[in-house]
């Protein structure tokens, strides 16, 4: 698909990283050529980049002292932690035992059948002509993918408890090494109106570079079987090196099942297929995707924790209120943690 492109010296792209880290800790912005030099970074040093950087934020900030680590995933003693992290770090990925209670799965369910969405422009269509609905029409879906707003997420009582959740916390700050931030809070329904995988809708398979480093807890709100698309994962190729540069020449793109077949054996290809409420833990650093939905429908949830908010730059939400008073607790005991969301 993509052909190799042309990256910057290595010298260059540090000195605009480095520079883009001063006005990044100076005014909460990265600029756009800093943020670029750290994707052309890690393609020519093959993640060695990330890993230094992460090092040194880890020493700016050390992970909290959490007085429990207790939630949805269960109550995690530190051999558990360690155990986690380190299927984490080896593999990429870990599918949790415990899943999501039925009556949460059913109320998100909800929310995400009666609010408010936009169905993404697909491949070939301008961003303009993303078209926001009342509602999911899920009995005649009109696109690939329907995003909710990150504001009606995060607004979502349910989300918010899911936000002051210890378990997911005390995980996330495990494999990060540092404290935590609330990132990328979304939720997305993948339908099977095309008969296409769609580029713009992640069903080929790419590798993330928005920080630093972060960890991903994909949540199915659905039952997840092989028709419905399920999310799909090459086991290792997280790891610095773990994807080879003949991939990584291409840059920052999507890259056709061929190109990654050419490259990993059968076994390194992990599809989750699993019942609503099941929670994924993922270093999407690895090269992943959304399969391409044949039948159904799949309701998808994601929480993403970063270590630091230096790289891509997203549109920022505020919560406009807080309805989970566990969450209120949590908003001024770890205010760093929920930094993204408060002004």
């Known amino acids: 698909m993509a052909d190799a492109v042309h990256f910057p010296s290595p010298i260059m792209s540090t000195i605009k990283l ?5 006005r990044y800790w100076a005014r909460g912005h990265t600029p756009d050529s800093a943020y670029q030099s750290m994707i052309s ?29 207790q939630g949805v995933l269960g109550e995690f003693r530190d051999e558990d932690l360690d155990r986690i992290t380190h299927d984490l ?7 949790f035992e415990r899943r999501l209670p039925a009556d949460l799965c059913d109320r998100l369910l909800a929310f995400a059948l009666s609010n408010r969405c936009t169905a993404r422009a697909m491949s070939g269509q301008q961003r303009t002509e993303a078209k926001e609905v009342k509602r999911y029409p899920r009995e005649q879906p009109g696109s690939v993918r329907y995003d ?24 996330a700050q495990s494999y990060l090494r540092s404290k935590p931030i609330f990132d990328v809070m979304s939720m997305w329904w ?5 008969k296409q995988p769609d580029h713009d809708a992640a069903q080929f398979y790419h590798f993330d570079m928005d920080r630093i480093k972060w960890l991903k807890f994909f949540i199915y709100l659905t039952d997840v079987g092989p028709d419905n698309g399920p999310h799909c994962f090459i086991s290792g190729s997280h790891r610095s090196g773990g994807i080879p540069r003949a991939l990584l020449a291409k840059g920052y793109t999507r890259l056709s099942d061929e190109e990654v077949a050419a490259c990993y054996p059968g076994e390194r290809f992990i599809e989750f297929i699993a019942p609503r409420g099941t929670v ?6 690895g090269l992943h995707k959304g399969k391409h939905v044949l039948s159904g429908d799949r309701l998808m949830l994601q929480v993403q924790f970063s270590n630091s908010l230096y790289g891509g730059i997203y549109a920022r939400t505020r919560f406009a209120r807080v ?7 949590m908003l001024r005991r770890y205010p760093r943690l929920y930094s993204n969301y408060m002004d």
């Open 18 to 22: 480095a520079l883009g880290a001063v």
């Open 41 to 69: 970074l890690f393609c020519q040093s093959g993640g060695v980049s990330n890993d230094r950087l992460s090092r040194v934020v880890s020493r700016l900030h050390p992970p909290y002292a959490l007085d429990a680590a």
């Open 89 to 95: 770090e080896e593999r990429g990925y870990h599918v």
């Open 148 to 171: 909710f707003s990150a504001q009606d997420v995060i607004d979502n009582a349910d989300v918010q408890a899911l936000m002051a959740d210890r378990s997911l916390i005390a995980l």
């Open 190 to 194: 993948h339908t099977a109106y095309s």
């Open 280 to 285: 994924i833990a993922e270093d999407t650093r």
């Open 323 to 329: 309805a989970s008073p566990v969450l209120s607790d």
